[in-house]
């Protein structure tokens, strides 16, 4: 390209019709002797077979078998069926406590001072059984004395709202959490008091239940 | 040793077959690119000034970014595709090219169609997919205008008049033949009949891996096989090994587009699948670099002189760059810093821009005057070019690259706060569109030439063009 | 390679097989993805928007906020998502059945939005987000560097002694000027009422590797 501001063509080294031809010998008669390295053939073809074999070995360890729940290359697919979590009772009460006792209780398990009572180091919590199936099957009203505390207020009755296994669950999940340590509860228990207690739908008083059990 | 005069004739009635489908076609795709990338640096500059253009809706960011993209990707790359498409199949087919009317006016319904397109953006029907941003109702009116237009590239050949088919001739085919329907699947299976939740995102994926893998990268490849020895006039090295590059090429392209989604809400398996493609794809690259390279070997000094093969050199270098940023980006280590940086739009860039741009470019300068039968007016202007686009491409790939990288590392520190980061980014994002003002000087230099030579009235007083009449090419060496 | 037809079929295939590969074997598992039954709640995850939002999800697409936000989470290990507190966990496939457009995004000019109805949950925090971005609480500002969609507001004569409820409080350099009053039109409540039930909180059984391939043979060059 010259310096000046002259127009400017570009030239072709070849004609069309020529380069056709040239290619298609090239590519149908391939020459004796390749041009460069002779080996050049063996080269690629081995380039392609590692490339294949490196690509099979990764492709084996994270592809997860190509499972549709897998997002995690490392992971390694389940075998036989769906995954299904094991969940124990104090991980299905918690799934209570945070939709309905939360709101008073608190996470903490504190309470509010002054208002609702704490769960947390609770002695009634951690204390007979019986007496809190009462509570949550039909709540409690009037003075009650915990850690040392008085509380007055009045709790609802989940009686109608939890099944039994839930009644269970969530006591249980109290009774194992921050640092509160007490057996579990049966769902069998849970069934056995709503008997007792027939279609009772007067919540109880904490001297009722000081009563009850030991 | 010269090619009877009645070859070099009927090669002129081949040129003069393609002028005014190719001139439309150029001409808008150059409109486009102007247009486009005028878009692309206000959406750049609104980077560093929120606050530009932000009170009118038609304008905010998100619609003015993908107006801009749409308009360079289908104004400026559908139209110049399609013109050299046409161009270099007429010509190897050795046949002219029937029906330009026809071809013309499906050229009118494109880009009337990509008009109402970007207006729908503008006036709130973006779908935000990635490169399918158009609202629905253009989908048809592109596809049938496509249709009209990329099927003379399959009747040119098959009407051809040589029993030899050369490289580019395969890669044209496939570009043809691979947009529409990659184009209709997605459209059908995004809007459509839409699919559910995450595969949304894989067809996208899939779409704009094939997109740019598929349709853009061979017809950069076919330029570089037809220009190289045509320039040079020696032949591609190790031709016969082409023919394997290309299927290897194709297959392991087409699964790719999974890699976008590494770590993302998709099965693992979908990104594993990506990241061997893009792993597997590198004998092709190593067998398309032999052809190319090989050929130009010990010839860099020749191909230098030629303006086309300036052009050309960057293009072939952008596809290397390409599939190491492809590569790279196939590698969790790698892709869990250069994930949603500069980086991946870098590397759809340099694809789209560095490699199909420059390649079309080099293509038009050298195709133009034998279309037109005129000279180009202002080899300055060609310098100003080159200068621009090759500075530009360059300084973009490294700085954004950089920058990438550096954003990258900040994004997965969780201690640095997201304004520190968008305080870093700020320099690169003016960076960013100073390149792209840089960018569209060159363009501008291109478009004056472009007028000059094409348009009936300007170039009365462009010279001729002197073409001579090429020598046939020298056979194989033993 | 010289035959028309072959390269035609040659090409098809390509493609064919590609689209089986990626696309149709992704549908086919990922189509019949339905809620998740908690077994102790007894409940369904995850929860549908709710009408306001769905609009909301419709105003997002046409702005074209994914162009800078994603919408993943990635894995503990992988980036520093978690860690930036943009989720609790990685995003799985489930929790997008909820949506009809699905834009999970590709680049983070802007923070992952994925779980913003979490971080954020007071509708007038987004609105002042909305309408200016650049206006400071505390010395920091509220998004910088993101454009302002004061569009999506309607500015106009406040009734003395009767502001509207609605009414956007800016802060100090930003505040409506006297007389006058910002209140967001529906599509900025939709785009809120989104933003808002954007949140990810559900365990489900995938979402956590339960166990992991022995590191040992594992870790490739990849």
């Known amino acids: 390209m010259s310096d000046d501001h002259s127009s400017f063509v570009e030239q072709s080294g070849a004609s069309d019709d020529s380069l056709q031809q040239v290619h298609a010998r090239l590519q149908e008669n391939k020459p004796e002797k390749p041009q460069g390295y002779a080996a050049f053939p063996l080269v690629i073809l081995g380039v392609m077979c590692s490339l294949i074999f490196f690509s099979s ?25 769906p995954v299904v979590p094991v969940l124990t009772q104090p991980m299905r009460g918690k799934k209570v406590f945070n939709q309905i006792c939360i709101t008073c209780h608190q996470a903490t398990g504190q309470g509010v001072p002054g208002t609702y009572p704490p769960l947390a180091g609770s002695e009634w919590a951690q204390g007979d059984e019986q007496r809190i199936i009462r509570i949550v099957i039909d709540g409690l009203h009037g003075p009650i004395h915990v850690e040392n505390k008085d509380f007055n207020n009045a709790m609802t009755a989940l009686g109608t709202t939890l099944r039994d296994e839930q009644i269970a669950d969530v006591l249980t999940y109290v009774r194992q959490e921050w640092g509160n340590k007490a057996p579990p509860v049966d769902a069998e228990t849970v069934t056995k008091i709503r008997a007792e207690l027939g279609g009772r739908t007067e919540s109880f008083t904490s001297e009722e239940l000081l009563k009850i059990g030991k | 040793m010269n090619p009877p005069d009645n070859q070099r004739t009927e090669q002129l009635d081949i040129d003069a077959s393609t002028r005014w489908p190719v001139l439309l076609l150029f001409g808008s795709a150059l409109s486009w690119l102007l247009v486009g990338g005028l878009l692309e640096i206000f959406a750049s500059i609104q980077f560093n000034v929120p606050a530009f253009l932000s009170e009118c809706a038609w304008f905010t960011h998100g619609r003015l970014s993908a107006a801009a993209e749409s308009a360079l990707v289908y104004g400026w790359g559908m139209n110049a595709g399609l013109a050299f498409a046409l161009w270099l199949m007429a010509r190897l087919s050795l046949s002219t090219l029937r029906s330009g009317g026809w071809i013309m006016v499906a050229a009118v319904f494109w880009n009337s169609a990509l008009t109402l397109g970007l207006l729908g953006i503008f006036g709130g029907a973006n779908t935000s997919f990635e490169l399918l941003e158009m609202p629905r109702f253009v989908t048809l009116l ?37 947009f529409p329907w990659m184009y209709f699947v997605a459209r059908t299976m995004l809007f459509t009949a839409p699919v559910h939740g995450v595969v949304q995102p894989i067809v996208d994926a899939w779409y704009v891996n094939g997109l740019y893998g598929l349709w853009f990268t061979p017809l950069a490849l076919a330029a570089a096989y037809y220009l190289i020895p045509k320039i040079l006039g020696q032949p591609i090295y190790d031709y016969y090994i082409a023919p394997i590059a290309f299927w290897w090429f194709a297959i392991t392209t087409a699964f790719a587009g999974g890699a976008r989604l590494m770590g993302g809400p ?54 290397f760059v390409a599939a190491l940023l492809n590569l ?21 860039w340099t694809i789209f821009y560095a490699c199909f741009s420059t390649a079309m470019f080099g293509a038009a300068y050298f195709l133009l005057p034998r279309v037109t039968g005129k000279a180009w007016r202002y080899s300055s202007l060609i310098r100003i070019h080159y200068g621009a686009t090759a500075l530009g491409t360059i300084g973009l790939v490294a700085g954004l690259g950089w920058a990438g990288w550096h954003q990258g590392q900040m994004l997965n520190d969780a201690s640095v706060s997201f304004d520190a980061i968008v305080n870093t980014l700020a320099p690169w994002h003016a960076f960013h569109t100073g390149a792209l003002i840089l960018l569209a000087f060159g363009h501008l230099a291109f478009a004056i030439n472009f007028v000059f030579i094409a348009c009936p009235v300007n170039s009365r007083r462009t010279p001729a063009a002197v073409i001579q009449a090429p020598p046939a090419m020298e056979g194989a060496k033993a | 390679m010289r035959n028309g037809l072959a390269i035609f079929c040659g090409a098809f295939l390509v493609l064919a097989l590609s689209w089986a590969g990626v696309l149709l074997t992704a549908h086919r598992q990922l189509t019949g993805l339905a809620q998740y039954k908690d077994p102790a709640e007894d409940t369904l995850f995850p929860e549908p928007l709710n009408g306001l939002a769905d609009q909301g999800r419709a105003v997002y697409q046409d702005l074209g906020c994914a162009s800078c936000h994603t919408q993943q989470v990635r894995r503990e290990g992988l980036g520093g998502d978690i860690a930036r507190k943009w989720g609790d966990r990685q995003s799985v496939a489930r929790d997008y059945i909820r949506e009809k457009t699905v834009l999970i995004g590709t680049t983070r000019f802007g923070p992952d939005l994925r779980n913003v109805g979490k971080r954020i949950p007071e509708a007038d925090y987004f609105y002042k987000l909305l309408c200016a971005p650049e206006a400071t609480v505390g010395g920091v500002a509220l998004a910088h560097g993101m454009p302002s969609f004061r569009f999506l507001f309607d500015l106009h004569p406040a009734i003395a002694g009767q502001p509207s409820v609605d009414a956007v409080k800016l802060p100090g350099a930003s505040a409506v000027p006297a007389g006058y009053e910002l209140v967001p039109t529906l599509r900025a409540k939709a785009l809120v009422a989104y933003l808002m039930d954007l949140k990810d909180t559900y365990e489900y059984p995938e979402a956590h590797p339960f166990s992991e391939s022995a590191k040992g043979e594992g870790e490739h060059a990849k």
Do not use: C
């Open chain 2, 266 to 319: 998709v099965p693992a398996w979908v990104s594993t699948i990506g990241s061997v493609a893009n792993f597997l794809v590198l004998a092709a690259v190593i067998m398309i670099g032999v052809n190319l390279l090989g050929t130009l070997a010990g010839r860099v000094g020749a191909a230098q002189k030629s303006v086309t093969l300036r052009f050309i050199l960057l293009s072939v270098a952008a596809f």
């Open chain 1, 57 to 81: 070995i990764y492709l084996a360890h994270y592809s997860a078998h190509f499972d549709p729940q897998i997002f995690n290359e490392h992971q390694e697919p389940s075998k036989g069926g």
């Open chain 2, 142 to 178: 592109l596809l049938g205008s496509y249709l009209l237009m990329a099927v003379w590239i399959i009747t040119t050949f098959s009407i051809r008049n040589t029993e030899n088919v050369f490289a580019s001739q395969w890669y044209l085919l496939g570009a043809a033949l691979w």
């Open chain 2, 328 to 348: 790279l980006l196939a590698f969790r280590g790698f892709a869990q810093t250069a994930q949603f940086t500069f980086i991946p739009v870098v590397r759809d």
